[in-house]
């Protein structure tokens, strides 16, 4: 192999880091990845671009008088002489290490993907192809109703290769596709925010999103102080996703039946089975959800309490978390599930919440006496593990809907609210559609979540700074 392993195909990379493995077992994982993206400023383009690159892991497992351990290597630009070098120092890396915690046999007899020999999948600026033309006329409808659009959408597609010494041959190509559009008046006093998740840019329509975005700037042009407090509030769905994303996080069972999280249970134990909200609450996640599609196995560049690098190839099944408002899950590696006793529940690619609602959003406004709207959450952290206490900010708008109708946008406030503790509360949830969680984009997007009433949300100050 004198050529650079840029040009090389992956699979062969792959293959070739085994060949030269003279670990005990080993694991390879190539990602091969491609983005295209637009940004825009003031009603105009600014840039666009594409890139591409690979990234490559070996995991290499040494077994000694002790046990197994485990050492990993992921390096980017690797070209064919830095390959034996990188495998060398994986296998290094696992023999200067103690045994590992989570050591397991390395996962056997997944049949191989059919298409684990392909060139890698990519994207272009051809994904755009639909989308550019319907941006440039949402930027004129925008000058012409006197606002100005700020945004930008990025399209990626990672093609993963999962080679292992124990005969495991599996590869997955997840697109992601993000969009994200501000709305500003001419004098920057008034913002709005929309977001989409989409996997090829052909269900999203940016002139939608404007048309979205003239509303809730008309909405502004009345400003409105309130004191902090507990409001009657509905969450949108991109807020919704934001809070149950950071609560999936945070469900490993190790940490619960340690004492660790909300879900454990005072006294010892976990709270498995307990009712978490009055609502029918179905918080599942599935590989094969219609536009949500995400790995269908265990791709694990590191472990940690919810995954390990010998559970890689292990298949990841369709887990319902929540079930009929009751914990019915928490997350597991096979280690886990041993030391825990419970189920195996490998990690999540996709996250959805469904309570069988069917109104809109819109619909939900027109029935709330007094209350707030949220446009979305920012800044998210957490103040207290046990209770899953989290704090942030809402940002690009709070309105105030009385006797059904959206009368005017209020000041931004800091939140302090535990997402379990809010499907304990929540009185009404939506209709389930997909969404953008915009605190988690970067990480997480594939989620599909209702908007959620919520009688008293914690409004714990005012804030002046977003």
């Not at 485990?70 to 070098?85: F, H, I, K, Q, Y």
């Not at 390395?106 to 600026?125: K, M, N, R, Y």
């Not at 495991?168 to 008046?185: F, I, M, Y």
Request: glycine share 10%; aromatic share 6%; hydrophobic share 40%.
């Amino acid at each position: 192999m004198s050529s650079s392993i840029r040009i090389t195909k992956p699979h062969e990379v792959v293959e070739r880091a085994l060949e030269l493995s003279t670990a005990d077992g080993c694991v390879v994982i190539a990602d091969e990845g491609s983005s295209a993206n637009l940004r825009w400023a003031g009603n105009a383009l600014t840039t666009n671009g594409v890139t591409r690159g690979r990234t490559l892991t070996v995991i290499a497992t040494v077994d000694g008088k002790e046990g197994t351990a485990s050492g990993v290597v992921s390096r980017s630009a690797v070209t064919a002489d830095d390959l034996e070098p990188l495998v060398r120092a994986a296998e290094a890396a696992a023999r200067g290490a103690g045994p590992a915690e989570d050591a397991q046999q390395l996962v056997t007899g997944i049949p191989a993907s059919p298409d684990f020999t392909d060139a890698p999948a990519e994207t272009s600026s051809a994904v755009f192809a639909d989308f550019a033309p319907a941006l440039g006329e949402a930027f004129a409808r925008a000058r012409e109703g006197g606002r100005e659009l700020y945004g930008f959408a990025n399209h990626e597609l990672v093609s993963t290769y999962v080679g292992t010494s124990t005969g495991l041959r599996l590869r997955h190509d997840q697109p992601n596709g993000t969009l994200e559009v501000n709305a500003k008046s001419p004098d920057r006093q008034r913002s709005a925010w929309a977001g989409r998740s989409t996997r090829d840019f052909k269900d999203v329509d940016p002139t939608v999103l404007d048309a979205e975005l003239a509303v809730r700037l008309g909405w502004a042009e009345r400003k409105i102080d309130l004191p902090a407090g507990r409001y009657e509030t509905l969450l949108p769905p991109t807020a919704v996703a934001d809070l149950l994303i950071y609560q999936m996080w945070s469900a490993a069972a190790r940490d619960a039946v340690e004492g660790r999280t909300v879900f454990s249970k005072p006294g010892g134990g976990t709270r498995l089975g307990e009712k978490l909200s009055g609502l029918p609450l179905s918080l599942r996640s599935d590989p094969n959800a219609p536009g949500l599609e995400s790995a269908p196995f265990v791709i694990a560049h590191s472990s940690g309490d919810d995954a390990s690098v010998f559970d890689n190839g292990l298949p990841v099944p369709a887990t319902e978390w929540i079930a009929d408002g009751h914990l019915n899950r928490l997350s597991t590696t096979r280690h886990t599930a041993g030391l825990t006793g419970m189920q195996l529940s490998p990690g999540f690619g996709n996250l959805i919440l469904d309570a069988g609602g069917e109104k809109s959003l819109e619909e939900m406004v027109a029935a709330t006496e007094r209350g707030l709207l949220l446009t979305c959450l920012w800044y998210i952290r957490e103040v207290d593990p046990a209770t899953l206490l989290l704090t942030g900010l809402t940002r690009d708008g709070v309105y105030l809907v009385e006797n059904g109708q959206v009368v005017g946008e209020v000041n931004n406030f800091r939140f302090n609210e535990s997402p379990v503790d809010l499907l304990s509360r929540a009185s009404e949830a939506g209709r389930t559609e997909k969404t953008l969680p915009r605190e988690w984009s970067d990480w997480f997007t594939r989620a599909a979540m209702p908007a959620l009433r919520i009688p008293d949300f914690n409004m714990s100050s005012v804030s002046k700074g977003v």
